[in-house]
């Protein structure tokens, strides 16, 4: 067995560690997610803490981890009458980001169930990691049905397993942690809102503590037992204060004070609901005992609120999680009033400090973890400002408009991509549509399908009784359908005839609309823009919608038009993702006015290179962008040559023309036609 990284040996990352342990003392706090960038010891603190939690008492023989004081009287492998107990480590069950519903929740035998009318079941993930830690790694690639079913499960302390009538339910009391990188994408806020806490990790830019970062990791690598000898003693003392905490944890008392701290600060940030109310008063009880002390303290809620708070505070997808601390103490000050509650104005110098208490006796090295340019003269047939001759004229990045709820484009016909709220699409979840032959396991019986199949061969089969005989080729899977998220990539053109800057915002304003409605519907998204001699990947498809908003705010424009180089860019980035993912429809958003400049015969060229992507079926909408009184109907040219359609910035607001939709579909049956 590999022995894992000491958990006192995690140099910095308090708040990680504070976390983290603040789970272990009190579960219901509701588990952690922990968001960074890559190489920042999210996993290794994560698995090392499985070794600090002590040990369980689980009744001997029980695959579903029941405590012999107070067994479950729903357990499938119950009742238990006075079964031998045994003493062992609490597990870390790890979810992997591929893992099926029913590896997950775990399965019922559904031939055994229908034939001989018992409950064959084969416990999933939740059921090995009851009474201990359940770690997700990458929790925002995981599908989000296996997200809700995961913090349902951790929600209500049990797992519910229901095939055609037939259920069976267990306990599933776990520590649930999550890590995840935002560059690959975000959790929906409805999801984040389920962590009880969050904190944020990155690397130290201090020199000294990355040195020692280093040194630990080396050594630990040359001899990992040798060097988690040299820290059992810490290890050992933090294990013994986390069974101290949870039993001075009943005894912590919660004063009127500290709530009416608690429910002011949820109000001023403007949390959504209470569970930020009820986490916050759990964290800060866990905080009192882990501290040693039987009543919560000012410092204790403010901490409290740096934990629970940041990921719900978000009022837009594209806002980056963070506090205003200023706002929180001034906050705390307010509410602070005359009552019984010992709560005294924390001793900066003085242990806690209206920081957090140190998560092991060992403490590593600490680490702190223009206006508007002229723009260039000359001006189009509709009056626009143009780039200055040679095509040089770049301009400061204009702001994005204020974005506003676009209407919905889809993919014309049924894929089978990641599940997601775009397309249709056939999917393990949704309403059924047919049955089938199951290939593999069975997941989704379809109950009257089989018995239809069944039924014919009962006489051959010798039926006598009442049961049904059933073999395994009469059993039939539900065909479902959903919706699939498709790969959105965007064109933008960042020319000099988009550079008016009111007209750029308006256009940043409706790609960035189109950006929220992507990461409501869990599209991957990504980035081509074209402007002088040349077009480029300005953001590679990925599921962070957030990093193709900024690459957005900060886009340039000036200089020529060269559309065929945008689309040829693009018609290569589609080409490489079909290898990657080939199951991934793609919706192809050209934002231009249709211009083309630069080069030899810049329409012509343009023109072949839009008839690639109606060649290959490429479902696509141009975004036109022309403005003023005088209008060429270059972008409706171009949308015919893609074999798509063409819609105004005022056409893409969802309270504007209602066959959008109806257009997008249209257009492309008539070109498959």
């Known amino acids: 067995m590999t022995t894992p990284f000491p958990f006192t040996a995690v140099v910095g990352q308090d708040d990680l560690r504070l976390a983290l342990l603040l789970n272990a003392v009190s579960p219901a706090v509701g588990g952690v997610l922990v968001r960074g960038e890559k190489g920042t010891a999210k996993s290794t603190a994560v698995r090392a803490l499985a070794a600090l939690l002590p040990e369980v008492e689980v009744v001997a023989g029980c695959r579903f981890s029941c405590d012999p004081a107070a067994p479950d009287p729903t ?14 480590d609490a597990r870390m069950v790890e979810l992997p980001v591929g893992a099926s519903e029913d590896r997950l929740v775990g399965a019922l035998d559904i031939e055994r169930a229908l034939a001989e009318g018992v409950k064959a079941f084969e416990p999933g993930l939740l059921a090995s990691a009851n009474r201990g830690i359940l770690y997700v790694d990458e929790v925002n690639l995981l599908h989000d049905h296996l997200v809700d079913v995961l913090l349902d499960a951790a929600a209500m302390g049990a797992s519910y397993v229901e095939r055609e009538g037939v259920s069976v339910r267990h306990a599933a009391r776990f520590l649930l942690v999550g890590t995840m ?20 990790v990155a690397a130290s830019r201090e020199p000294d503590q990355r040195v020692e970062v280093v040194r630990r990791r080396l050594a630990y ?13 810490e290890e050992r003392a933090v294990r013994q204060r986390i069974v ?12 009127d004070g500290a709530l009416k701290q608690i429910a002011a600060t949820c109000a001023a940030f403007e949390v959504d609901g209470m569970r930020a109310d009820i986490v916050m008063a759990r964290t800060a009880t866990a905080l009192a005992a882990w501290d040693g002390r039987s009543d919560v303290l000012a410092e204790d809620v403010r901490q409290a609120a740096l934990l629970a708070l940041p990921h719900r505070r978000r009022r837009n997808p594209f806002d980056a999680p963070g506090l205003d601390e200023d706002k929180l103490d001034q906050t705390l000050q307010e509410s602070a009033g005359d009552d019984d509650d010992p709560d005294p104005e924390p001793d900066p110098d003085g242990p806690g400090g209206g920081g957090q208490p140190s998560p092991s006796p060992e403490e590593g090295p600490q680490g702190g973890d223009a206006g508007a340019q002229p723009e260039a003269g000359g001006d189009g047939a509709d009056g626009e400002p143009q780039p200055a001759a040679g095509g040089a004229g770049e301009q400061a990045p204009a702001r994005a408009a204020e974005p506003f709820r ?9 894929g089978a991509g990641a599940a997601g709220r775009r397309s249709r699409a ?11 032959r199951p290939r593999g396991t069975l997941t989704k019986l379809h109950l009257a399908a089989t018995v239809r199949a069944a039924a014919p061969h009962q006489r051959a ?32 053109d960042a020319s000099g005839s988009m550079a008016a800057r009111q007209r750029m915002s308006a256009v940043k304003g409706a790609v960035l609309s189109l950006l929220l409605d992507a990461y409501q519907r869990r599209d991957k998204v990504g980035l081509v823009t074209f402007r002088g001699t040349a077009a480029e990947v300005a953001l590679p498809p990925t599921s962070s919608v957030d990093a193709a908003a900024v690459r957005l705010e900060s886009l340039p424009t000036g200089g020529r038009t060269p559309l065929a180089a945008g689309l040829l860019k693009a018609h290569d980035v589609l080409r490489v993702e079909r290898l990657r993912d080939p199951s991934r429809r793609a919706l192809l958003v050209v934002v231009t ?57 005022d056409e893409l607001r969802a309270d504007a023309i209602a066959g959008l939709v109806r257009d997008v579909r249209g257009t492309t049956s008539r070109r498959a036609a």
């Not at 806020?189 to 904190?199: H, I, W, Y």
């Not at 039926?463 to 539900?478: H, I, K, N, T």
């Not at 079926?617 to 063409?646: I, K, M, Q």
């Open 75 to 88: 357990c499938p492998d119950g009742p238990h009458t006075g079964e031998g107990a045994e003493a062992r």
């Open 181 to 200: 990188n935002p560059e690959e994408g975000e959790l929906r806020p409805q999801l984040l809102d389920r962590f009880g806490l969050t904190v944020e």
């Open 221 to 233: 690598d040359d001899d990992p037992a040798a060097f988690a000898a040299r820290w059992a003693d």
């Open 244 to 255: 101290s905490a949870r039993e001075l944890l009943p005894k912590v008392r919660l004063g």
């Open 406 to 414: 676009t209407k919905a484009l889809t993919v014309p016909g049924v």
């Open 426 to 436: 056939r999917t393990e979840r949704g309403r059924t549509t047919g049955a089938l």
């Open 461 to 492: 089969r010798g039926r006598s009784g009442p049961g049904l005989v059933l073999r395994r080729d009469d059993l039939r899977q539900a065909a479902r359908e959903g919706r699939e998220g498709n790969l959105v990539l965007f064109v933008v």
């Open 593 to 649: 006015d249709g211009r083309a400049t630069g080069g030899p015969e810049p329409v012509a060229l343009a023109g072949r290179a839009a008839r690639l992507f109606g060649a290959e079926s490429v479902a696509s909408v141009v975004v036109d962008c022309e403005s003023g009184p005088v209008r060429l109907g270059l972008a409706g040219r171009l949308a015919e040559e893609l074999g798509g359609t063409a819609v105004t910035l």
